[in-house]
């Protein structure tokens, strides 16, 4: 029997208004139906919202530690429920099951450190100009937020967003991905078995263009934590701008490894078949550009050949799989364009460069890992966001083309760089332009503790995870007292 995935509106679970749903499709077999995510329109998103707004006032009055304790509980619940979501993740996005289970694992990570800032939702007394007067501030929830989430990570980056914006006090209408609604379903149901009252966790199912963009406008919606595409990044800040809400955005990356001459090359090799193959290269922090010293590049590829015929495309379910498939036809489509691309421009094509379809494969959207040499930084594939398992490497003389070049496009989430010279390390920390970067270490990954977002195109507003995932989903008041009431201390004006 295939699955029906519905929305989540003041405590039910019920279908939206639309008579379009969308099939979840398991793109490791596309003959596979898993189940239909209903069809909500605008009047399924006011329904959300009007319930997120009704449960503002009680919830913004629960004390925060005790709003904590509800999410940490629901961080507890992912980490019993890891064998069930993680499965369900990798049937529905293709990720392989140690990708899934690690997944299920960070959000939990993520959850337990925000829950516990709800502890921490602290203001400042700061002296005043006048005497006898107590000046201090105040964090305050903003009321009802939106947040839109891609497929990539449907279970972490919903957690990620859901956890500080409830512990903050605000209430919340989740728009999940259209390719993700039963994982969508299954992270709302652990805050619920945790504990989150009625009409204070809200999910909508549905497409972007119609739901998506509903929740964008409704007036009773404060604010918007996006996490997708560029394009729509893009265009839901300039919407929030027209309607004075404040808006966050995750966006896309081109994120560069650097490999200098006097690097650990066996272990920058290691570092970036991991970055660009794992999870089929669909992160925002896949390494998509190896930026290689001419002194080891024929060396770096050999060996990068070497590990990229090593990687076993598959279904993820199948514990020999190293690697699963696209999320969907559309992304599928979008890198094979790329595949085509590239060669175009003139690359040189060393390993893949097509669809993977031995045995069983032909009946999923499975892509060879591709490297490419002969690179320019001038090319379209060295500077557009293509979401597979495709790195395209440049060869460079010394750091400072090495730099340069790893600069020369629009986004800024990641990077990485192999040395062993610390003089040359704190040369890429100090003029690299990602909002992250590793030294020796794969460009992926990211602790629960440590902000998380990028530079340049790549980010808006506040960075998520770590401490600072708080500034987003709060907003100040700044509370002057005179306590003798009697303007003895002076005023200002
Ligand atoms: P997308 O940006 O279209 O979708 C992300 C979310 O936004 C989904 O929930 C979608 O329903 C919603 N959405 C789409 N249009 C909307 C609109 N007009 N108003 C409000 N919400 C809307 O991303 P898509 O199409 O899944 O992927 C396209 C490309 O975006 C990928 O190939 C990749 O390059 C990039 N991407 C980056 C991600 C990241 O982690 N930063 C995650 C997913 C995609
Ligand atoms: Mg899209």
Redesign the pocket.
């Known amino acids: 029997m295939a699955e029906q995935f519905l929305n989540f509106i003041d405590g039910e679970w019920i279908a939206g208004s639309g008579s379009n749903p969308i099939a979840d499709i398991n793109p490791a077999d596309t003959r596979e139906v898993i189940g239909h995510a209903t069809d909500s329109l605008e009047a399924d998103v006011d329904a959300a919202v009007q319930a997120a707004h009704g449960a503002f006032a009680s919830w913004r009055s629960t004390p925060a530690p005790v709003r904590g304790q509800i999410v940490a509980a629901a961080g507890r619940l992912f980490l019993e429920r890891v064998d069930q979501i993680a499965e369900v993740l990798t049937r529905e996005e293709g990720k392989i099951l140690a990708e899934a289970k690690g997944e299920v694992r960070k959000g939990s990570n993520l959850v337990e450190f925000l829950a516990g800032e709800s502890r921490r939702l602290n203001g400042e007394t700061i002296p005043s100009e006048m005497s006898k007067t107590f000046a201090y501030t105040l964090r305050v929830p903003l009321g009802v937020v939106g947040l839109?989430?891609?497929?990539?990570f449907p279970m972490a980056i919903p957690a990620w967003k859901i956890a500080p914006a409830l512990v903050c006090g605000n209430t919340v209408v989740l728009?999940?991905?259209?390719q993700t609604p039963w994982v969508s379903q299954l992270v709302v149901q652990a805050f619920v078995d945790a504990g989150v009252p009625k009409g204070v966790l809200n999910l909508i199912q549905g497409?972007?263009?119609t739901a998506?963009?509903a929740?964008?406008e409704h007036p009773l919606v404060e604010a918007i934590s996006?996490?997708?595409?560029t394009e729509?990044?893009h265009?839901?800040y300039a919407r929030g701008a027209a309607l004075g809400k404040p808006v966050q955005c995750?966006?896309?990356g081109k994120n560069p490894i650097i490999v200098l001459a006097d690097g650990d090359v066996d272990m920058a090799v290691a570092a970036t078949a991991k970055g660009a193959f794992g999870s089929t290269g669909q992160?925002?922090t896949a390494t998509s550009r190896a930026i290689v010293d001419a002194r080891v590049h024929d060396q770096f590829v050999d060996a990068l050949v070497r590990e990229a015929g090593l990687v076993v495309p598959g279904n993820g379910l199948n514990p020999a799989t190293t690697m699963g498939p696209s999320v969907d036809q559309?992304?599928f489509d979008?890198v094979h364009e790329y595949l085509a691309i590239g060669p175009g421009e003139g690359v040189e094509t060393r390993a893949g460069g097509g669809r993977a379809t031995q045995g069983d494969l032909e009946f999923g959207l499975f892509t060879q890992p591709t490297v490419w040499t002969g690179v320019d930084r001038s090319m379209r594939i060295a500077r557009e966001?293509i979401?597979g398992p495709v790195l395209s490497v440049l060869s460079v003389d010394g750091i400072e083309e090495a730099l340069s070049v790893a600069n020369d496009v629009e986004y800024g989430l990641t990077s990485s760089i192999y040395t062993r010279d610390v003089n040359k390390v704190f040369e890429y920390i100090d003029h690299i332009e990602t909002g992250m970067l590793h030294v020796n270490s794969p460009t992926i990954g990211g602790e629960a503790q440590l902000p998380f977002g990028g530079m340049k195109r790549t980010g808006v507003g506040p960075r998520e995870q770590g401490p600072t995932a708080i500034e987003f989903f709060t907003e100040w008041k700044t509370v002057y007292i005179d306590y003798t009431g009697s303007m003895r201390g002076g005023n200002l004006y």
């Not at 839109?148 to 990539?152: A, G, H, K, S, V």
């Open positions: 839109i989430t891609p497929w990539n728009k999940g991905a259209e497409r972007g263009e998506g963009a929740l964008v996006f996490t997708g595409s729509i990044g265009h839901i995750e966006l896309g992160r925002c559309d992304q979008k966001e979401f």
